[in-house]
């Protein structure tokens, strides 16, 4: 069974603190997508990378940044975490061609306190 | 800007019946359209894809059909029955590389 595995389901994180969250496929898909959801808001894309060490910005950069050392996995980083990063992160990967749809991970429901 | 917009915002039916999801987006030069589940506090399940050039897609009790000139897709759901309770998004992508814009989605709730 294909997967997006993302490393951690819940996290609390203080105010300030570096956070990681790491995301995993093992379909050998070339892109990779972070999104994050909020009510009201929904989902929103935050970066999204194309192959290894490319990336692009999405709608809401702003305090993030992403890594992608190698094809399977994508890595979005919080700076200095804020409380308005509090936030449901999903991950979700995608083959180039197009034809086949995204598969999402199980999400990681942050908090910073 | 594109913007996604799905009604209603919730819906709740008897077991049985058939469920009408609606999707309407604004600017038609979509690449994709996809239909998503999403269980509370879960991921998104990928239910149909339907391409920019397709008309409709079918998966067992589930059809959704395109009418991009229109800005609008509708997501059928055969006979529901109460595991079908669950937030269902649409999505489109400009192009083939997969950036996805979201509709804040409906919630539904099918009663035993």
């Known amino acids: 069974d294909v997967k997006v595995t993302q490393s951690s389901r819940y996290l609390v994180k203080r105010t300030g603190e570096k956070v990681f969250l790491e995301c995993v496929q093992d379909?050998?898909?070339?892109?990779m997508f972070w999104y994050r959801q909020d009510p009201g808001l929904g989902l929103r894309l935050i970066y999204f990378s194309y192959d290894v060490k490319m990336k692009e910005k999405g709608d809401i950069p702003e305090g993030y940044s992403v890594s992608r050392e190698k094809k399977e996995r994508f890595s979005l980083i919080l700076e200095s975490a804020s409380t308005n990063q509090t936030s449901m992160y999903l991950c979700?990967?995608?083959?180039?061609?197009?034809?086949?749809?995204?598969?999402f991970g199980s999400g990681t429901r942050l908090t910073v306190v | 800007k594109q913007e996604v917009t799905q009604i209603p915002a919730a819906l709740s039916v008897p077991e049985g019946e058939n469920l009408v999801l609606n999707c309407s987006f604004t600017d038609s030069a979509i690449y994709n359209l996809q239909w998503f589940r999403q269980d509370p506090g879960k991921g998104l399940t990928s239910l149909l894809l339907?391409?920019?050039?397709?008309r409709e897609q079918t998966s067992g009790r589930l059809n959704a059909s395109l009418d991009k000139s229109s800005g609008r897709s509708t997501l059928y759901i055969a006979a529901s029955q109460p595991g079908d309770s669950a937030t269902y998004l649409c999505a489109v992508s400009p192009d083939s590389w997969g950036k996805l814009q979201f509709g804040a989605g409906t919630q539904v709730v099918v009663t035993p």
């Open positions: 979700a990967s995608k083959s180039r061609t197009g034809f086949y749809g995204y598969t």
């Open positions: 379909m050998d898909h070339e892109n």
């Open positions: 339907i391409q920019s050039s397709q």
